[in-house]
């Protein structure tokens, strides 16, 4: 694998990975008589009984999704009722440690890095730490089974699909302070991820960040391949501040399934060809940018004149995400190319041939394997999507050279 240089951003935070108890979440939702009109709401999670609320709600329609709790006790009240573990969370972090699996190494902006960030990063990672002294809570992460199952005297809820939620309260990654080292890496970099803008809560301090990010790139000395990967917005007004200023830098612009649904403003069948094919122009025809990649559990897709750039990186990243899906922390490259081995289920085959038929070269489509995992890990499958497919990207001087705006 190269070690071509690769700066990923931004900030990390301390993941409370609960065991999920179906009982447990049940008594909760009887104890505070929660019932069907109540798993809807958008509003503010003020307390135990909105977020148990919201988990079930995304739970009955098998979504996941990322809120901010308005109290970060609420969070450690509700985390105190379950079992779980403590892992280092954030695109950048997981990114990095997929990459170095790969052989990759890679530098990370971390918003902050007390004794617990340190012991937590992979043994290869190196970092830059944001100049702020914010207080960072954990974050909940809920991993739900396909199956799962939550009944009360009100409710029935099964889950049709496996997926993870992700609750934050955490002031250190809302603010998002950068580096001043920041500029000098990315002048070096010939990859560079912009990512955890989604957590910022004021617009002012948003702008200032992404004029920074912006001068970062605009003042690499390399043809750095900058890749942008969306998320959802705790502020949902933020969103389209960051993808029109993004939009202009990136060479890939980056999201998943649930962000495609946020910025189309419609629901997409993602085993219709037609249907996610008019979805992908769309959107690249809105946002302007050169590759639009989405990742989803059926398949990853890069469109766009260069996106025949991209199929070895979505490979990859695929092969990534799948094998973290099914080993969890314990997947490597090995599983990986066991992954890339297993076959997709037959709507998905069909999906892929359909949807290259009719894109006429300005695409590239991976399909994702089907496996029957009893316990599979769901969180983080996006972020180290990423990582395998920035990493291929690194150890490709093509892709480097021809994929990006600024190539010399």
């Known amino acids: 694998m190269s070690t071509a240089d690769v700066v990923l951003g931004f ?5 409370r990975e609960i065991d999920w108890d179906a009982v447990v979440l049940g008594e909760l939702a009887q104890h505070y008589g929660i019932g069907p009109a109540d798993l809807f709401s958008r509003t503010a999670i003020q307390t135990e ?30 985390c105190s009722r379950f079992s779980g573990t403590t892992s280092l969370g954030g695109t950048c972090v997981r990114a990095a440690s997929a990459m170095e699996r790969l052989g990759q190494p890679a530098l990370v902006n971390i918003t902050y890095a007390d004794e617990q960030v340190r012991g937590l990063l992979s043994e290869g990672c190196s970092y830059l730490v944001g100049e702020g002294n ?15 199952r939550v009944r009360t005297d009100r409710l029935e809820l099964v889950a049709p699909r496996a997926n993870r939620l992700i609750f934050v309260n955490d002031p250190a990654n809302e603010r998002l302070a950068l580096s001043s080292e920041l ?16 957590a910022m809560r004021s617009l002012p301090q948003l702008r200032q960040r992404l004029a920074y990010i912006e001068e970062c790139v605009r003042g690499s000395q390399r043809g750095t391949l900058v890749f942008y990967e969306d998320a959802g917005f705790h502020e949902p007004a933020f969103a389209e501040v960051v993808r029109s200023q993004m939009a202009s830098l990136v060479d890939v612009y980056s999201l998943s399934d649930e962000e495609l649904t946020q910025v189309l403003g419609s629901p997409v069948d993602l085993l219709d ?22 990742h989803s559990r059926h398949w990853a897709v890069a469109f766009g004149e260069r996106a025949q750039d ?16 099914a080993y969890g922390d314990a997947m490597s490259a090995a599983t990986m190319r066991a992954m ?10 069909r999906f892929v041939l359909d949807i290259t038929a009719l894109a006429g070269g300005r695409l590239a489509c991976v399909p994702v394997p089907a496996l029957n995992v009893a316990s599979p890990t769901t ?10 497919f920035l990493a291929a990207c690194a150890a490709s001087p093509r892709t480097l050279t021809d994929a990006t705006r600024r190539a010399s």
């Open 11 to 15: 900030g990390a935070a301390i993941d």
């Open 340 to 349: 890339a081995a297993a076959p997709a289920d037959t709507q998905t085959s």
């Open 379 to 388: 969180v983080g499958l996006g972020d180290t999507f990423v990582g395998g």
């Open 49 to 78: 009984r909105d977020l148990v609320a919201c988990i079930l709600g995304y739970l009955q329609g098998g979504s996941g999704g990322e809120r901010r709790v308005e109290e970060p006790e609420v969070i450690n009240q509700f």
């Open 273 to 294: 060809a037609v249907q996610v094919l008019d979805a992908l122009r769309t959107i690249t025809a809105e946002l302007l940018v050169p590759v639009l990649v989405v």
């Open 134 to 148: 914010d207080p960072s809570y954990p974050h909940l992460i809920v991993q739900y089974p396909a199956g799962a």
């Open 183 to 198: 500029k000098g890496a990315v002048a070096e970099a010939d990859v560079l991820l912009v990512s955890g803008l989604n």
């Open 310 to 325: 991209f199929a070895g990186p979505l490979a990859t990243g695929v092969g990534m995400a799948t094998a973290r899906y």
